[in-house]
């Protein structure tokens, strides 16, 4: 197994649609990756299956309990087998997750994603276990889920082999540092509108020059921050 990831959540459903379908679902069946969801709700002991609680000193919401969170991270596989990984809390208050995350991220063996809801979790936990905090851009979410999701997605596909070759990731934008170039496919003429003749010429050279300048161009235009 080149990856496992464990994600803990209280919606495990939400990640079904998700690892059934496309890249990832490749990457699992071909057993280059491992996703485990776990429920964190499995980790309470009470009757009521307590997740939350009142924040101490009052205030509207419900935080995640430091002991439910902690009993369903040490039931992971690798917490288990006593191995120091990751603990990646999905966050908006976290560091801004990038695509160099996401290349460091897809070379390690395992990682664990929690993703919270409510407030928030119990501060506790949070200096006990997290090792990173992760958010996935200047807005708010209801829940880690759909940023866990994105930050999967954007390491699966560079575990080796997870993309097959022509779906290769190295011209991605961001992966250069770059914005990609426009693509065109049949047919030529799409409504009035003809696809550049330099893509039909054959001449390969003269080709990737054009995408070379067309990605610069697009860059400088849409995200000159880029270009640094
Ligand atoms: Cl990681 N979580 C939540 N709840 N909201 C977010 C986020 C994460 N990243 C951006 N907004």
Sequence with gaps: MALSIHVMTLFPAMFEGFLNQGIISRGLDANLLDVNVHNIRDAAKDRHRTVDDIPYGGGAGMVMKADVLADCLESTE???????????????????????????????????????????????????????????????????????????????RLVPGVMGDFESGIDDSFQNGLLDCPWYTRPDDFRGMKVPEVLKSGNHAKIKEWRNKKSMARTRERRPDLLG
Excluded: H
């Design 78 to 156: 690798p917490f288990e087998s006593g191995r120091n990984v990751p603990v990646c809390f999905l966050t908006p208050q976290g560091r801004t997750f990038s695509q160099t995350d996401a290349n460091r991220m897809s070379l390690l063996d395992e990682f664990v994603l929690i993703c919270g809801r409510y407030r928030g979790i119990d501060e506790r936990f949070r200096e006990r276990f997290v090792t990173d905090e992760i958010s996935i851009g200047d807005f708010v979410l209801s829940g880690g889920e759909p940023a866990a999701m994105v930050v999967i997605d954007a390491v699966a």
